[in-house]
């Protein structure tokens, strides 16, 4: 080949590289924003112990569930049956003498990733594009926060509880090179990848405050003092009996739970409950967490992280300092750049005041938060409680709230209406109570846990048509598009009630004033009206991308009413919350529409002399 060619391919070679980079460095994501996926997710929260049971010979025993408590198992105790009536205690649990609020902690169904595996065509007929779970790490307690190993799935989620408890033992904990992989774990990769090859993402949740006193540097502490390597890794305090010679260490529990001890802070700085403070984690365990996430985010160390998870969900998110958060949203998108970080950043003054969650989200830290101020508002307004607003409140609020970020961040919020840590939707709205506040028979004897008639019904609806078609990523607690109801914790936590399984009749708390029997079951009708909502927000790209617009005086702010704008696409929601029918009168609406959703009214068509039905609402996409 001639010398000018030679120069001539070469140019081209340089061309066509710059050209690549240029549109490579196009395509990458700006450090501070979320990823788009986050923007267009239908989040689906899955809390795997009572999701459902696939795999019966994996079933949590008294080895797995060791030390989860300060109360300890009784000799009788036994895998409760999915269908058991939830507040009848097991004859297990009555020898303990304990109440139901103390003995149901102990309480396990065995809820596996074998019984998610079961339900992908569930999620795909359902339309969810987001799996967050609670956490899966290995724990002993049902709730999986207390961990023993970050960096291993629950062994009672894979297929060998006992060989996967005896690899892990296998361990150096401290040293990933030394990390196997067990069958709990494969089980989640493997599930993983079936979600990913279906279009949904996978997230889940940590918690970096604390692990639980099982967790493998924590019993090294317990058993080697201050000798331990890991001392350090939490706030220790070793002394020796002067009589005895005895050795004892105190440590720090999160919130004094001593089976959650608080890993060590440092250099803080304006440290203040329910606010954000400077300061790091203790570099161990700093590191060792840093390497948890390189295992979960790319599974087989290849550089490519499409094999791992897309996103974390991080617990108590404020008890852990702002440098640490920084520190660790740059290792991990310098492994995923596409990788989405949602905080919990709830409180500031329980039961009145809500955090302010944008300290956190400034591009620094998380991508979002779990948006419980967004819910708190709009329940507020959609619920005839104690602690209700008025529509022009609820305007002026929702502005407060959405107007002071930029519009990805706006987009990307997880827009959650219940979890588990907050009563059932359906139980949220049936009772009238404050907020969070007094929202369990053991708290208050008249919260009623059956469930509720068609007044309820609607005014959820009417919520749920807001929720899906605002700004925010909408979420749902596994089994709310069941209509399953269920106070606050622990009674948000009831095992799902699947089509297939036969539920005893549920009886009232102990606690409640009044009584019931009725049997769980399956809303199908519930279930279809999330589908058809799931499928309104996918087909209008406004929904998801469009700035909001609250609409003034629709008939004297007796209607709810706001507009969904993107790219000369614009959608009127118009909402009627009340027990009377009400006059719509909406002015602009022109001739050019057409009706693209309905809940409970039948208009053809839009005009002055219209007029709303009693529990109503409409969505147009006007031309």
């Not at 459902?52 to 080895?63: A, D, F, I, Q, W």
């Not at 309480?107 to 967050?132: N, P, S």
């Not at 089509?499 to 549920?506: L, T, Y």
Request: contains cysteine; negative net charge; proline residues 5%.
């Amino acid at each position: 080949m001639s010398t000018h060619k030679l120069l001539f391919f070469s140019l081209l070679s340089l061309l066509s590289c710059m050209h690549n980079q240029v549109n490579a460095q196009k395509n990458v994501l700006p450090f501070k924003q979320p990823p788009t996926w986050a923007k267009e997710a239908i989040w689906y929260q899955i809390f795997v112990e009572r999701f459902r049971n696939g795999n019966l010979s994996n079933n949590p025993s008294k080895t797995t569930c060791d030390n989860a408590l300060i109360d300890p198992l009784p000799d009788q105790w036994a895998v409760t049956p999915w269908g058991h009536n939830w507040y009848a205690q097991e004859d297990w649990a009555k020898s303990t003498g304990l109440d139901f609020y103390r003995t149901i902690q102990m309480r396990r169904y065995g809820g596996d990733l074998a019984g998610v595996e079961e339900k992908i065509d569930y999620f795909k007929e359902l339309g969810i594009t987001a799996i967050y779970f609670n956490p899966i790490n290995d724990a002993p307690s049902l709730h999986k926060y207390d961990a023993r190993h970050y960096h291993h799935i629950d062994v009672t989620f894979g297929d060998d509880p006992e060989g996967d408890l005896a690899l892990m033992a296998s361990e150096d904990h401290n040293d990933p090179k030394t990390w196997k992989w067990t069958t709990a774990d494969i089980k989640f990769l493997n599930l993983m990848k079936t979600l990913h090859a279906e279009g949904i993402r996978v997230v889940l949740d940590f918690s970096w405050n604390h692990t639980g006193n099982n967790f493998w540097a924590f019993k090294d502490v317990e058993k080697n003092l201050e000798n331990s390597p890991y001392k350090d890794w939490y706030h220790t305090k070793f002394t020796t009996d002067a009589a005895t010679g005895k050795k004892t260490f105190e440590y720090e529990g999160w919130f004094g739970i001593k089976n959650l001890p608080e890993l060590r802070k440092i250099d803080t700085q304006g440290k203040i409950q329910g606010h954000p403070y400077e300061g790091n984690l203790n570099e161990g365990a700093k590191q060792h967490i840093f390497d948890v996430c390189r295992r979960w985010m790319d599974p087989n160390n290849d550089g490519n992280p499409e094999d791992g998870i897309d996103g974390m969900r991080l617990d108590v998110a404020e008890h852990v300092p702002l440098g640490f958060w920084r520190d660790f949203r740059k290792h991990v998108r310098s492994i995923n750049p596409e990788f989405y970080l949602v905080g919990e950043n709830w409180w500031t003054e329980w039961p009145d005041k809500l955090m302010d969650p944008a300290p956190w989200v400034q591009g620094d830290v998380f991508d979002a938060v779990m948006h419980y101020q967004w819910f708190k508002v709009a329940r507020g307004y959609f619920v005839e409680a104690n602690d209700r607003i008025t529509l022009a409140q609820f305007k002026r609020q929702i502005d407060s709230i959405f107007l002071k970020y930029p519009d990805y961040t706006q987009q990307a919020m997880m827009n959650l209406a219940s979890s588990h840590d907050s009563p059932r939707l359906m139980s949220s709205f049936f009772n009238v109570n404050k907020y969070k506040f007094n929202c369990k028979p053991q708290e208050d004897k008249n919260y009623r846990t059956n469930k509720p008639g068609i007044l309820t019904d609607h005014r959820v609806k009417l919520f749920l048509l807001h929720q899906f078609t605002f700004v925010g990523a909408p979420h749902i607690w596994n089994g709310d598009e069941m209509g399953m109801c269920g106070a606050d914790d622990p009674d948000n936590r009831k095992p799902l009630t699947w089509p297939d399984i036969e539920f005893d009749m549920e009886t009232q708390s102990d606690f409640s004033s009044y009584t019931y029997s009725e049997k769980p079951s399956f809303n199908h009708e519930m279930f279809n009206y999330y589908k058809d909502l799931i499928q309104l927000r996918k087909s209008e790209t406004a929904l998801t991308y469009g700035s909001y617009l609250m609409l003034p005086n629709v008939n004297n702010d007796e209607i709810l009413a706001y507009e969904r704008a993107w790219k000369g696409e614009k959608l009127l929601i118009i909402i009627n919350n009340h027990n009377e029918a009400n006059a719509i009168n909406l002015d602009y609406v022109g001739n050019e529409y057409q009706i693209v959703f309905r809940y409970n009214n039948d208009l053809k068509s839009i005009n002055q002399s219209n007029i709303l039905p009693p529990f109503s609402g409409i969505v147009l996409k006007v031309k």
